[in-house]
T-cell receptor, first 116, second 110 residues
Framework: GAGVSQSPSNKVTEKGKDVELRCDPI?????LYWYRQSLGQGLEFLIY????????KSGLPSDRFSAERTGGSVSTLTIQRTQQEDSAVYLC??????????????FGEGSRLTVL | RKEVEQDPGPFNVPEGATVAFNCTYS??????FFWYRQDCRKEPKLLMS???SGNEDGRFTAQLNRASQYISLLIRDSKLSDSATYLC???????????FGRGTSLIVHP
């Protein structure tokens, strides 16, 4: 499809395990964002990639969280030693230009992470 | 104080009603404003941008008040299909990272 694709759509893991979440943005979109949304909460910014520039990691909640974007396209968000408070929907979004220009972010359907 | 604040609601209105939501932002350097819509267990989608002079898209009207640092969304003639959470989004000057409010829940009933 032409939209942002995320996998897995659902992930149940045990506390202490590592997880990887994948995002395939819309082709040609240079900006890529990761947000997370906990039940009843707003979207919490995690990390932002723009082209080949160094990512803005200012939203990552701890050093257990990391992300990379290979070849300016697919991105992987990794959470090490998962904790129960990591349970949330992890949303990836891409934008044709940096969000500040058009403001329109195209979101994937999200990866729902449950840590038991 | 949160950067973007919204009344979570829910706003429970009958079909055909007019309903308005406000959103306040704390950063006076904010330059771009948007409303997104998020259906239950779905991803957010852009509803409309908010321009300084105010703008309208069908039954939806968005307005910006820079002096008081708030934006509003007015929905006229509410439809059942308008039931969703409406997210206020603010982008500060020099930033490429949109900040989302927690959202306002709207329930339109027959």
């Amino acid at each position: 499809g032409a939209g942002v694709s995320q996998s897995p759509s659902n992930k149940v893991t045990e506390k202490g395990k590592d997880v990887e979440l994948r995002c395939d943005p819309i082709s040609g979109h240079t900006a890529l964002y990761w947000y997370r949304q906990s039940l009843g909460q707003g979207l919490e910014f995690l990390i932002y990639f723009q082209g080949n520039s160094a990512p803005d990691k200012s939203g990552l909640p701890s050093d257990r969280f990391s992300a990379e974007r290979t070849g300016g396209s697919v991105s992987t968000l990794t959470i090490q030693r998962t904790q129960q408070e990591d349970s949330a929907v992890y949303l990836c979004a891409s934008s044709f230009m940096a969000g500040g220009v058009t403001g329109e972010l195209f979101f994937g359907e999200g990866s729902r992470l449950t840590v038991l | 104080r949160k950067e973007v604040e919204q009344d979570p609601g829910p706003f429970n209105v009958p079909e055909g009603a007019t309903v308005a939501f406000n959103c306040t932002y704390s950063n006076s350097a904010s330059q771009s404003f948007f409303w997104y819509r998020q259906d239950c267990r779905k991803e957010p989608k852009l509803l409309m941008s908010v321009y300084s002079s105010g703008n309208e898209d069908g039954r939806f009207t968005a307005q910006l008040n820079r002096a008081s640092q708030y934006i509003s969304l007015l929905i006229r003639d509410s439809k059942l299909s308008d039931s969703a959470t409406y997210l206020c989004v603010v982008l500060s000057g020099g930033s490429y990272i949109p900040t989302f409010g927690r959202g306002t829940s709207l329930i339109v009933h027959p």
